[in-house]
């Protein structure tokens, strides 16, 4: 099934001339995934402490965007410029759990919204990214395979802040929406371990 990941070479080669700024600034790959990090949690943070304004949805979306574009750098930064670290490598597997669940839980606070929805969404945004590291220890390639991948979710969670921020009303439809996005990612993590075990299946 295709997904947004699909579209990262070309995302990719738009960046470039940016990572190629940030490697003569000298910048490095954990600076931009701690960047990335500290987005996040400005945008939860402004969700949860203002859950009935529209001003913080109105952020999601350019978050959500900025974010996405600062993961692609730091690993870009991390191979083409033979940066790689252990320590990078940890920092981008918990980095983008930890920011998933600091944005995805405040989503909860809006009144008329299903807090439940929002764990459930949240729990499950990491076990499909846990599945997909999951992979390596048997041998398999890291997966990425959606329907609901990281870039995936990144889209519909700034899609759903701009229909906020814009003035839609939260309520029914949005906690309906939020287990219909975790019944997609149910199915990722399904997805990902069948296709890892394929992967080593002779």
Do not use: C
């Not at 600034?25 to 402490?49: D, E, H, M, R, Y």
């Amino acid at each position: 099934m295709l997904t947004i990941y699909d579209l990262k070479p070309r995302f990719q080669n738009l960046l470039r001339p940016i990572v190629q700024w940030l490697w003569r600034k000298g910048i490095t790959p954990n600076q931009v995934t701690w960047l990335a990090f500290g987005l996040s949690l400005l945008g939860g943070t402004g969700v949860a402490l203002q859950p009935t304004q529209r001003w913080p949805f109105l952020l999601i979306p350019l978050l959500m965007f900025i974010r996405m574009a600062l993961n692609a750098i730091d690993g870009m930064l991390a191979r083409e410029h033979d940066l790689r670290s252990p320590l990078g490598s940890m920092l981008n597997e918990l980095g983008d759990v930890v920011s998933d669940t600091v944005l995805y839980l405040p989503l909860g606070l809006i009144p008329g919204v299903s807090m439940a929805a929002a764990a459930v969404f949240a729990v499950l945004a990491v076990v499909s990214e846990l599945a997909g590291v999951a992979a390596v220890q048997i041998g398999a390639s890291r997966r990425y395979d959606g329907p609901m991948g990281k870039s995936d979710r990144a889209f519909a969670i700034g899609f759903i802040g701009l229909l906020l921020g814009l003035g839609v009303a939260p309520g029914v439809w949005l906690s309906g929406l939020l287990w219909v996005l975790s019944g997609l990612l149910a199915w990722t993590v399904v997805n990902r371990v069948n296709k890892a075990l394929q992967e080593i299946t002779p």
